[in-house]
């Protein structure tokens, strides 16, 4: 079992920034992929950017050249710095890792941009 912690939300006005942090816990014997996921209400859950264990990272077009996916495999902790936040980034935001090919969720945090 692996166990998500998710911090960092919050509301914020358009152009700010915000960093979402994920710590990852319990038996970990290999987790490859860390993740961050969106869903707005009404929408389908959506990748926002995604990091492999050597730091290969993939970006949602979207957010490309504002978010910044990072990780400490240390902490086993992924990190999404989110910079020119726009008011159609708000969603509750997901952590996801891959542990052994099963994929472990986060229990969501709220990102709300004020125009």
């Known amino acids: 079992q692996v166990q998500l912690v998710e911090s960092g939300g919050g509301l914020v006005q358009a152009g700010g920034s915000l960093r979402l942090s994920c710590a990852a816990s319990?038996?970990?014997?290999?987790?490859?992929?860390m993740g961050w996921y969106r869903q707005a209400p009404g929408k389908q859950r959506e990748l926002v950017a995604d990091?492999?264990?050597?730091?290969?990272?993939n970006y949602a077009d979207s957010v490309k050249g504002r978010f910044t996916i990072s990780r400490d495999n240390a902490k086993n902790t992924v990190y999404l710095q989110m910079n020119s936040l726009k008011p159609e980034d708000t969603a509750v935001y997901y952590c996801?890792?891959?542990?052994?090919?099963?994929?472990?969720w986060g229990q969501g945090t709220q990102v709300t941009v004020s125009s």
């Open positions: 996801n890792v891959v542990n052994i090919g099963r994929p472990y």
């Open positions: 319990g038996s970990m014997l290999s987790i490859n992929v």
């Open positions: 990091i492999t264990w050597g730091g290969r990272t």
